[in-house]
């Protein structure tokens, strides 16, 4: 059974964090390129962000006893293989798990004008993973 209360938190904390980078997507991009603390709060509000959907992700896979996805990208994955969302989100949503990795662990490598540029995408993706997992469960 999956724990609600949980589900609830990490998407209140989603929707907080999806705030944040709705106003950091708004800044003009010469402000935001000039601007190291602006990147720094992007780069973090968005790997919360992400982390939020992996951790409802992962939390659906052991609860409902589903086979362990390999990495992060696979949590996204093995949730379409379930019908939980649909699969151009999966895809979608393991790419972000990539522009998570690369925040955190390869961070000098990170292009966070690129990364301002493509804020709605990830922004309308990690939306559409609240409203799909939230219809996954009250169809149940």
């Known amino acids: 059974m999956v724990d609600l209360d949980l589900v609830r938190r990490k998407f209140e904390e989603l929707t907080v964090r999806l705030d944040q980078l709705r106003e950091m997507a708004a800044i003009p991009a ?3 390129a000039a601007d ?6 992007t780069r973090y509000d968005l790997i919360v962000a992400i982390e939020c959907c ?7 896979h052991a609860d409902e006893g589903w086979k362990r996805p390999a990495g992060y990208a696979g949590v996204f994955r093995g949730l379409s293989g379930h019908g939980v969302i649909p699969p151009e989100l999966a895809e979608q949503l393991a ?3 990539e522009t998570r990795n690369r925040a955190v662990h390869l961070y000098d490598t990170v292009d966070d004008v690129a990364l301002h540029q493509n804020l709605p995408e990830l922004i309308q993706a990690l939306l559409a993973f609240k409203e799909a997992v ?3 469960i009250d169809e149940r």
């Open 30 to 32: 010469e402000r935001f």
């Open 36 to 41: 190291h603390t602006m990147q720094s709060a």
């Open 54 to 60: 992996i951790d409802v992700g992962q939390h659906i």
């Open 95 to 97: 790419q972000s798990a």
């Open 134 to 136: 939230a219809r996954w």
